[in-house]
């Protein structure tokens, strides 16, 4: 008989929310850190529009395209047998009209095989969000530290420290949730804050720089990894440090090759 895996969905999410289990979140862009990742069992693979820095080399997530963002994707999902696979819509791709919105979204889901789409904002997109979660397409949230608007924040420092922004996030994550979206990533939000909004919501918040009181949590892999050595937040843990490991590997490597000790006989053929 087929032995067949089954998949993580937005219902089992909101079970694990249920039962205070947290969800693990990591971004994924590549089929091979993809498979690593469903196999450890991590819950959600983000394909996350931070390609756009840690895998292009931009400064921000602004210039990605939906063409770049599917490619990504279709990697990712080939590789995840358990875990639900979210994609970051990309600035511009959804901002200007619900129905280019949905287009999108559409576009992604189809193109890519993945089972869910992500978009930053609150009321300002609430009219796309309901596009897409009426034709059936399970919606995250993004709120807080929205990089795509990072020109109009002037910075990537703590959002909603004042009581303001504080009261506009409790408001944009009631609409959300209201609207249909089976998650919210909190990102660099106070943690009091974010402990507040998981409460009062029936879907799971995810946090980035949020605190340990969210629903679940969410990290860049590259980050994470230490394969990014020039980003060190406050709130990022590096549970390796993977860029020493490849530039000693590359460097034993080089110098192998220039001595003539790689390839050796054994590695040769006759
Ligand atoms: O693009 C991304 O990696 C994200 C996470 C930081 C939440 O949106």
Excluded: W
């Excluded at 219902?11 to 450890?40: C, H, N, S, W």
């Excluded at 995250?140 to 109009?152: D, F, R, V, W």
Aim: proline letters at 4%; a neutral charge.
């Amino acid at each position: 008989m087929e032995n067949k895996v089954k998949r993580i969905t937005t219902q089992t999410l909101r079970e694990m929310k249920l039962r205070k289990e947290p969800i693990v979140v990591l971004t994924a862009y590549d089929y091979t850190f993809g498979k690593l990742l469903d196999k450890v069992g991590i819950e959600v693979l983000l394909v996350g529009d931070s390609a756009s820095n840690v895998i292009a080399g931009h400064e921000t997530t602004l210039p990605i395209t939906v063409e770049q963002m599917i490619y990504h994707a279709s990697a990712v999902v080939r590789s995840a047998q358990r875990a639900m696979v979210v994609v970051d819509m990309p600035f511009g791709s959804y901002q200007s009209d619900s129905k280019l919105a949905l287009h999108t979204a559409i576009r992604i889901m189809k193109e890519s095989g993945a089972h869910a789409v992500k978009l930053e904002g609150g009321a300002s997109v609430i009219e796309s969000v309901r596009r897409i979660v009426s034709a059936g397409i399970p919606v995250m949230g993004h709120l807080g530290l929205t990089p795509q608007s990072i020109y109009q924040f002037g910075s990537y420092r703590v959002r909603a420290t004042d009581p303001e922004e504080a009261k506009k996030l409790r408001a944009d994550a009631q609409l959300l949730a209201d609207s249909g979206v089976f998650a919210i990533v909190l990102e660099k939000v106070p943690a009091s804050l974010a402990k507040e909004i998981t409460e009062s919501l029936s879907i799971p918040t995810i946090g980035i720089g949020a605190g340990p009181y969210c629903d679940g949590q969410v990290l860049v892999l590259y980050d994470m990894l230490g394969l990014t050595t020039d980003f060190s937040p406050r709130f990022l843990r590096r549970y390796a440090n993977l860029a020493e490991v490849v530039q000693s590997a590359c460097r034993k490597y080089l110098e192998d090759v220039k001595r003539r000790f790689f390839p050796s006989p054994a590695e040769s053929y006759e």
